[in-house]
């Protein structure tokens, strides 16, 4: 007759087979848990990505609102300033034309750090011709209808063109494609 071993009182084979089936049902927890965590680290860093995204597109969006709101405040008042430059007084520029040109200063630079050079170059140069319009509507509200001289005339051109420059910089940053790091 064969002796079978024993351990603890059972079969050995019986033991060894339970042993394996804890080994595998431990190592299949670990697997689960692992991949798991693997999962969730993915969809952690997701949202995390969205919602960098979303600050910076809504931070686009108000430096636009705010290049939008100056030029139209500037241009109205440019064109008042030019026909009629006794209906503006020193009080309108500022309180509502010169703050207007400040407050699109302060967003642009506040929002510098989701455009590059070249993006913030554009905004720089509406900037500039933003200034060149105050200059021109305060220098027409202090002398009424005499003409500028050279260096504090409106060259309207100028004017439109980093305008629509500025708008287009950051509507192609604003509607860019989404890219995966």
């Keep these: 007759m064969a002796t079978s071993s024993t351990i603890l009182g059972f079969p ?6 339970f042993i394996g089936v804890l080994i595998g049902g431990l190592l299949q927890q670990v697997g689960s848990y692992v991949n798991t ?3 969730q680290n993915a969809q952690d860093l997701r ?3 969205q919602e960098r995204i979303r600050i910076k597109v809504e931070s686009l969006v108000s430096l636009f609102e705010q290049l939008d709101e100056t030029h ?3 241009n109205d008042n440019a064109n008042t300033a ?13 309180s509502e034309i010169k703050p207007a040109v400040d407050d699109y200063r302060d967003t642009m630079r506040k929002n510098q750090i989701y455009l590059d050079d070249s993006q913030y170059s554009d ?10 319009a105050l200059n021109y509507i305060q220098w027409k509200i202090q002398n009424g209808n005499q003409n500028p001289p050279n260096h504090r005339q409106m060259d309207w051109n100028q004017f439109m063109q980093v305008y629509e420059d500025a708008t287009e910089t950051l509507q192609e940053e604003i509607n860019a494609p989404v890219e995966d790091n």
């Design 37 to 39: 965590r693997i999962q």
């Design 82 to 94: 030019s026909t009629s430059p006794s209906s503006l007084s020193q009080a309108d520029f500022q």
């Design 12 to 17: 050995a084979p019986a033991v060894i087979g």
């Design 123 to 132: 905004m720089e140069d509406s900037l500039g011709q933003f200034r060149e």
């Design 72 to 74: 139209r405040i500037l």
């Design 47 to 49: 949202l995390q990505s």
